[in-house]
């Protein structure tokens, strides 16, 4: 048994000596291994005879146990060791300066935000709903023909199966049609959000785009009172003394119709031949949405006395309003995730207060 305890001395001081675990790797293969001195003496045992088979089995399974027992406390030892010194060869100093972009509002949030905050302090409501929408809601509720161009798939974007009629909403309007079916009158509301168009992507169409629409139901309103509300609207987005006008026009859902052109908050309309306008293209003025008196037949779809009640509605483009209040000439550029957008477009609309 001399030489079995001699083993197991030489692989304890080895196994105390290893100063790594690339160093215990080796002393496990001499020491402790199926070929160490301790293994083959465990083997050897069946060659001894039987009255001192269960002594030495007993001596070397103890000499065994020991040299384990201490290369498994050596290697949590130097693992714990190793981890803390990776720990420290790639700590990072969380208190030196760096380059980091500062993030910002999208643009078109922050116009949404704007818009809507100028009519929650004229005493309006923010109302939502679904962008998959209802056929009837989006066309028939609104007065559209069974055979308008706006069905057609070149425009409308349905979805499947066609049987249960319903697709991705073309306007916001869907929202004021659900309002007026659940809600009491009087009623003042705006309707922020995304539409979609089978439109093709480029500089100046989206196929996803954002709307804000508007819409008053009570005794009494005209035209005279949709004037002025879009007039205040301007002139709280753009500045004071910017002027809007009304063109004819014809939408199923209003009667009378009008666009809604803004006069350019750049040029002030003094623009001409001797002093162009990129932003108005030397026009004066800018086309900004569309709007009327609400068509009685669309009241009566949601079981209103069209003897009592009148009202008007009108949508604008929120994604063209940041391009015309920002000078931006692509729409990709809103949806592409460029980092340097939204700060700068932000800045440019003056909407940090907004954003914070």
């Known amino acids: 048994m001399e030489p079995v305890e001699e083993a197991a001395s030489a692989a304890l001081a080895a196994i105390a000596a290893a100063s790594n675990l690339a160093d215990l790797a080796d002393v496990k293969a001499a020491h402790v291994g199926e070929k160490s001195p301790i293994a083959l003496a465990n083997r050897a045992i069946a060659d001894l005879p039987p009255d001192q088979r269960k002594a030495a089995g007993m001596a070397i399974g103890a000499a065994r146990a020991r040299v384990n027992e201490a290369f498994a406390a050596r290697e949590a030892e130097l693992s714990s060791l190793a981890l803390d010194e990776r720990l420290r060869a790639e700590a990072v100093d969380?208190?030196?300066?760096?380059?980091?972009?500062?993030?910002?509002?999208?643009?078109?949030?922050?116009?949404?935000?704007?818009?809507?905050?100028?009519?929650?302090?004229?005493?309006?409501?923010?109302?939502?709903?679904?962008?998959?929408?209802?056929?009837?809601?989006?066309?028939?509720?609104?007065?559209?023909?069974?055979?308008?161009?706006a069905r057609f798939l070149s425009d409308t974007l349905f979805l499947d199966p066609p049987e249960h009629h319903k697709l991705l909403r073309t306007q916001t309007s869907p929202v004021q049609m659900r309002t007026l079916l659940t809600r009491d009158l009087p009623l003042y509301i705006v309707s922020p959000g995304k539409v979609y168009r089978a439109d093709e992507y480029d500089a100046t169409h989206l196929p996803v785009f954002h709307q804000l629409e508007g819409l008053a139901v009570d005794k009494g309103l005209g035209m005279a009172d949709l004037r002025g509300t879009l007039d205040h609207l301007a002139q709280s987005l753009f500045g004071d003394g910017i002027e809007t006008r009304l063109r004819p026009h014809y939408f199923p859902f209003t009667e009378p119709s009008a666009e809604i052109d803004v006069r350019c908050f750049v040029c002030k309309g003094e623009c001409g031949p001797d002093k162009p306008c990129r932003t108005c293209k030397s026009e004066g003025w800018i086309e900004w949405g569309g709007c009327g008196v609400v068509n009685p037949r669309v009241l009566a779809a949601a079981g209103i006395d069209t003897d009592v009640w009148s009202g008007f509605a009108f949508g604008m483009g929120i994604d063209r309003t940041v391009m015309f209040s920002t000078g931006a000439r692509d729409l990709r550029d809103f949806v592409e995730g460029d980092m340097r957008f939204a700060p700068l477009f932000g800045r440019l609309l003056d909407l940090e207060e907004v954003a914070a």
């Open 94 to 149: 969380v208190t030196l300066p760096v380059a980091q972009p500062v993030g910002a509002i999208h643009p078109v949030t922050a116009m949404i935000h704007q818009m809507c905050d100028i009519f929650v302090a004229m005493g309006w409501e923010v109302a939502d709903g679904p962008e998959a929408e209802a056929e009837w809601l989006n066309f028939d509720a609104l007065n559209f023909t069974p055979d308008h161009p």
